[in-house]
Nanobody
Framework: QEQPVESGGGLVQAGGSLRLACTVP????????WGWFRQAPGKEREFVAA????????YYADSVKGRFTISRDNAKNLVDLLMNSLKPEDTAIYYC????????????????WGQGTQVTVSS
C-alpha cells in the first residue's frame, strides 16, 4: 500500500485555525473512503471525521461538529481537514485513515494509517 503523508500540523493559539492535508501517492486513493483520527497523550485514538468515496457524505465526532470540515480532491489524491475555533483539548497527533468498504468511524475499521502530524493548541 502507498503510505499516506500528513502535513499542516503545528502550534496555534486557542480560537485559531489549521488545515491538515493527507496526500496519498499512487492510483488507489479514489477507491478508498478516508477519515481523520486523533490521539492525545495518555488517551486512546479517537474518531474525528470521515468522508465517502466521492465526498458526498461526511461524518463528524460531536466534539468537532461545526468547527471542523473534511473534504477530498480525488484528482489530487488529497483529503484535508480544516479546523476552526481550535481549543486546547484538540491538542493531539492527527492521523489520516483509509477504509475500502466505507467511511472509517472506528479504529478497528481502518485498513491503513498515515504516520501522523502533531497539532498543539495553546490556551
Amino acid at each position: 500500500q502507498e503510505q499516506p503523508v500528513e502535513s499542516g500540523g503545528g502550534l496555534v493559539q486557542a480560537g485559531g485555525s489549521l488545515r491538515l492535508a493527507c496526500t496519498v501517492p499512487g492510483r488507489t486513493f479514489s477507491s478508498y473512503a478516508w477519515g481523520w483520527f486523533r490521539q492525545a497523550p495518555g488517551k486512546e485514538r479517537e474518531f474525528v471525521a470521515a468522508i465517502n468515496w466521492d465526498g458526498g457524505l461526511t461524518y463528524y465526532a460531536d466534539s468537532v461538529k461545526g468547527r471542523f470540515t473534511i473534504s477530498r480532491d480525488n484528482a489530487k489524491n488529497l483529503v484535508d481537514l480544516l479546523m476552526n475555533s481550535l481549543k486546547p483539548e484538540d491538542t493531539a497527533i492527527y492521523y489520516c485513515a483509509a477504509r475500502l468498504l466505507g467511511p472509517p468511524v472506528t479504529r478497528t475499521e481502518v485498513d491503513y494509517w498515515g504516520q501522523g502530524t502533531q497539532v498543539t493548541v495553546s490556551s
